[in-house]
T-cell receptor
Framework: DAGITQSPRHKVTETGTPVTLRCHQTENHRYMYWYRQDPGHGLRLIHYSYGVKDTDKGEVSDGYSVSRSKTEDFLLTLESATSSQTSVYFC??????????????FGEGSRLTVL | AQRVTQPEKLLSVFKGAPVELKCNYSYSGSPELFWYVQYSRQRLQLLLRHISRESIKGFTADLNKGETSFHLKKPFAQEEDSAMYYCALHSGAGSYQLTFGKGTKLSVIP
C-alpha cells in the first residue's frame, strides 16, 4: 500500500462546528484528492490538489475548503458542519511517475457523523 | 459532461456462477476506464484498467466504444469476490478528475 494515512478515522461532531480532516502521504505524490462516499451516490470528488498551494474544486465542493501547504499534507475543512456532510471521506493520491492518471491509491477513510 | 452508470446496486450470484457487473459511460473523447473494488473493512483499491488488458483475480473487462460499456466479468464467482465494485472514468490528459459510478455490491452466495 502507498503510504497514505487519514486522521481522525472516526469523528462525531455537532451541527455548526468546524471540522478538519487530515490526509498525510509519505510517497511524495504530486496529486491528492478528497472524495466523499455515500450510499446511492458512490464516490464524489470534493477538492483536489496538483501541487503545493495548487488546489481546485470538484463536483461537490460547496461547504468545504482545502489547503496544501506542503507536499505530504492535504487538509479538508468543513467550516460549519451540517448533517448533510455526514459521510465517509476518502483521501487519494496519484503516482507521480505516471503523471496525471486515473490510477489512485486510497486512504482508509474517515467516518464523520454530524449530529 | 462525463458520466458513469452502474445500473445494478446489488448483484447476488451463487458460488461458481458467472458474474457480469455492468458499466456504461458517457464521454465524447477517448476515456480511460477502471474498475475499483472495496472489500469489507478495506480501502478502495484498483482492480483493473482497460489499457493494460489484463486479468486480475480472474476478472476481465473489455472496453466497447461502440456501446460505451466496460463490463466486468468473471466466469466462476468465488465467495471472496463479495465486495463493492466501482467503475470509474478518467478523461485523459488535462483532467484531474476521476468520475465514479454509484457502485454495485456483489454478494456471492455459498
Amino acid at each position: 500500500d502507498a503510504g497514505i494515512t487519514q486522521s481522525p478515522r472516526h469523528k462525531v461532531t455537532e451541527t455548526g462546528t468546524p471540522v478538519t480532516l487530515r490526509c498525510h502521504q509519505t510517497e511524495n505524490h504530486r496529486y491528492m484528492y478528497w472524495y466523499r462516499q455515500d450510499p446511492g451516490h458512490g464516490l464524489r470528488l470534493i477538492h483536489y490538489s496538483y501541487g503545493v498551494k495548487d488546489t481546485d474544486k470538484g463536483e461537490v465542493s460547496d461547504g468545504y475548503s482545502v489547503s496544501r501547504s506542503k507536499t505530504e499534507d492535504f487538509l479538508l475543512t468543513l467550516e460549519s458542519a451540517t448533517s448533510s456532510q455526514t459521510s465517509v471521506y476518502f483521501c487519494a493520491i496519484s503516482e507521480p511517475a505516471r503523471g496525471n492518471t486515473g490510477e489512485l491509491f486510497f486512504g482508509e477513510g474517515s467516518r464523520l457523523t454530524v449530529l | 459532461a462525463q458520466r458513469v452508470t452502474q445500473p445494478e446496486k446489488l448483484l447476488s450470484v451463487f458460488k461458481g456462477a458467472p458474474v457480469e457487473l455492468k458499466c456504461n459511460y458517457s464521454y465524447s473523447g477517448s476515456p480511460e476506464l477502471f474498475w475499483y473494488v472495496q472489500y469489507s473493512r478495506q480501502r478502495l483499491q484498483l482492480l483493473l484498467r482497460h489499457i493494460s488488458r489484463e486479468s486480475i483475480k480472474g476478472f476481465t473487462a473489455d472496453l466497447n466504444k461502440g456501446e460505451t460499456s466496460f463490463h466486468l466479468k468473471k466466469p466462476f464467482a468465488q465467495e471472496e469476490d463479495s465486495a463493492m465494485y466501482y467503475c470509474a472514468l478518467h478523461s485523459g490528459a488535462g483532467s484531474y478528475q476521476l468520475t465514479f459510478g454509484k457502485g454495485t455490491k456483489l454478494s456471492v452466495i455459498p
